[in-house]
């Protein structure tokens, strides 16, 4: 039931619902509407009173349900309470375990992950614990689903967080992460560029901590090294500004000069502007958008002839100032 994680059992739930819709009525007359038996929906109703979420009057007893919007909010914030101490206590046990678990002392400040479960957590928990900035340099494989993780990252950048991801040009053309995760994510207000290499795989958070994880054989990612605020921190800082600044934007966004408004462009033609400007080939293009070659050849002809450009370079200039990129 949907209110069991504000601590309502499923009869109790029942119940209230159904004094909802009957406002000012006796446990007999609610027992009967409900198909239950009197003693045991007087109690129920009890409980209701005892938790605030109704109340009592009168002789025989009549009962009003107290208005969800009220109720229901105080107790959806009491276990927003609940949850935030929670977090609090997760966030002490982690910096615990983090100490406890250095490679070689505090003064080092790092941290060897050595299974699945706990490298996903950890990068889970470096992006929710993030205030200014997430910075990534993004390279296959992956553990997880495309996009799975999409809808967090979307509600981090709305709470003011910034992302910038660098992608290799392997993590554009990788089954289904363009349109599932990279594009949606680009849409939502991250920074993306691409290189056609990446050195390493690398979550930063602010200026504080970040992750690398290593790809050990064909099972995928089996260890990682947590880094904390430390001179190899600071490397790594310098290492992600030095791709950012040779990686090529695959959103021009705002960047164009000229003030003419935007040009509305299709979800094709975005997608083909934005694959565009990774550099991919038609054949790759091909495969991430699950076109045919020749649908793909058709459509990118069709697209330079919109734009009046003879290259590929040209049409993302172009596209790049009229502001369909």
């Known amino acids: 039931?949907?209110?069991?994680?504000?601590?309502?059992?499923?009869?109790?739930?029942?119940?209230?619902?159904?004094?909802?819709?009957?406002?000012?009525?006796?446990?007999?007359?609610?027992?009967?509407?409900?198909?239950?038996?009197?003693?045991?929906?007087?109690?129920?109703?009890?409980?209701?009173?005892?938790?605030?979420?109704?109340?009592?009057?009168?002789?025989?007893?009549?009962?009003?349900?107290?208005?969800?919007?009220?109720?229901?909010?105080?107790?959806?914030?009491?276990?927003?309470?609940?949850?935030?101490?929670?977090?609090?206590?997760?966030?002490?046990?982690?910096?615990?375990?983090?100490?406890?678990?250095?490679?070689?002392?505090?003064?080092?400040?790092?941290?060897?992950?050595?299974?699945?479960?706990?490298?996903?957590?950890?990068?889970?928990?470096?992006?929710?614990?993030?205030?200014?900035?997430?910075r990534a340099l993004d390279r296959p494989p992956y553990v997880d689903r495309p996009g799975s993780h999409l809808e967090e990252q979307l509600d981090r950048m709305r709470q003011g967080v910034a992302y910038r991801v660098v992608y290799s040009r392997a993590a554009t053309e990788w089954p289904h992460?363009?349109?599932?995760?990279?594009?949606?994510?680009?849409?939502?207000?991250?920074?993306?560029?691409?290189?056609?290499?990446?050195?390493?795989?690398l979550v930063i958070r602010d200026d504080q901590d970040a992750l690398i994880p290593f790809n050990l054989g064909p099972g995928g990612q089996q260890l990682a090294v947590l880094v904390r605020r430390s001179p190899v921190l600071t490397a790594l800082e310098a290492l992600f500004e030095a791709e950012w600044d040779r990686a090529v934007a695959i959103d021009q966004g705002g960047a164009a000069s000229d003030a003419r408004p935007r040009e509305e462009a299709d979800e094709i033609t975005r997608s083909l502007l934005a694959l565009?400007?990774?550099?991919?080939?038609?054949?790759?293009?091909?495969?991430?958008?699950?076109?045919?070659?020749?649908?793909?050849?058709?459509?990118?002809?069709?697209?330079?002839a919109q734009l009046g450009a003879t290259t590929r370079f040209q049409a993302g200039l172009i596209a790049g100032r009229r502001g369909l990129i």
């Open 1 to 134: 039931m949907e209110f069991a994680v504000l601590g309502l059992g499923e009869a109790e739930e029942r119940t209230y619902q159904a004094l909802v819709a009957s406002p000012h009525t006796t446990a007999a007359e609610l027992a009967a509407d409900m198909g239950t038996s009197t003693p045991v929906t007087a109690h129920l109703l009890a409980v209701l009173v005892a938790k605030h979420l109704a109340t009592r009057n009168g002789r025989p007893a009549r009962y009003l349900a107290a208005p969800p919007d009220v109720t229901l909010a105080r107790l959806i914030q009491e276990r927003d309470q609940d949850l935030s101490a929670a977090r609090a206590k997760v966030n002490a046990l982690t910096e615990l375990h983090r100490n406890a678990n250095n490679v070689s002392g505090p003064e080092l400040g790092m941290e060897l992950l050595t299974d699945r479960a706990a490298i996903g957590a950890a990068a889970r928990l470096l992006t929710f614990e993030a205030r200014d900035q997430v």
């Open 177 to 201: 992460r363009l349109k599932d995760d990279i594009l949606p994510a680009r849409e939502g207000g991250e920074r993306a560029r691409v290189r056609p290499e990446l050195p390493i795989k």
């Open 276 to 304: 565009l400007t990774t550099g991919m080939s038609d054949t790759a293009i091909a495969r991430a958008q699950g076109w045919s070659l020749r649908t793909t050849h058709r459509r990118l002809r069709r697209l330079m």
